[in-house]
């Protein structure tokens, strides 16, 4: 038996020797998805069937280098609930958030027997295990972002689902009760049942905060970036995903840069360009793009107007340093600032191990932009 035959023999075992490279087909791609495609087919599905016979009414992201899903751990799709409708109770393993594009007073989301309503801009958590049901009791159709760690979860075979017993569950808590018993000042006596609590960010205090940083400094990788803080613990909206929303100001360009986390954008306001290696993607509002693990990347504003972006990354699981690794991202940056601290190891890619700093001193908040002090201690790596 030569070579290729003792790869034929395994293969028809379903076994591979390391020796028999072939290429690796489940590659998250760079691609976008036009909003008027996803709306159109949102529509039309508004039209043709019910929220009770498909479930839930969402139009999915597939990644052309999938066989299924967008990501292989988070997962944007876009759901629709037509006036008077419900889509029933239920809870899985699997987290999820809603980041709300169209709403309306009498719309809402019943999250563990909590009312959160659902107005433009406003986003809502819902920890995994949770009861949630949704309803829209307006006079127009409710649309929002869904955003699960559904991929991670079934990677794992750990994803489980259960239906309430009935089509909408009880309200048994006050309205506003999560953004009081978890809000700054907190009862002392209670604790939250999860890791992370339903919560509702709305919107009116979101944009209050970009607008107040807009003549900052900002972060010269991303621009006014905000993160939805966990209430708990002031750490990733929940363990698994981090949702974030960034403002980009009239014409603004951000450096270049790269991570070992994967994150997936949706146009909210304004228009721009986001160049993830080779590829240029033109966003528009309602466009939903992704940018995979350890691709360079950079947005620009291309108008007169203020652009924002929501984002959903899965640095929570991606952070390896919390396993003992050390995370490694490397941005052109280096080379102008050289902060020596941030090593590069040895295992990196060729074109990383070519921004090596010459120097070996460490570096000092003299050298660099504040901001980017912090976002390299924050992220970049430390070869141990
Ligand atoms: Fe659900
Ligand atoms: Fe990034």
Redesign the pocket.
Known sequence: MDLEGLNQWLAERNLKGHWDHQPWSQTVRTHLWKGKDIFEGLNQAGELITTGEAG?RTIQMRNPGLSAGMTNTIHISVQLVNPGEVAAA???T?A?IRFILKGNPKAYTVVQGERLPMSEGDLLT?PNWTW?DHFNGGDEPIVWLDGLDIRLVGTFGAMI?ENFKKEQQPIEKPDHYSAKVFGQARPTWIKSEFAAPPYRYPWAETYDNLLALKESAGDPFDGVLLEYSNPLTGGPTLQTFSCQIQLLRPKEKTYSHRHTSTTVYHGFRGSGLTKVSANHLNWDPGDIFVVPSWQWHSHENTTDEDAILFSITDRPEARMEDRGWKMAILDPLFSIFKPALCDVPHSLPRESRSRRPASNRPCSRRDIHPSVHRWHLRRHIIPG
């Open positions: 839930r239920h809870r899985h699997a999820a819902t949630h689902q």
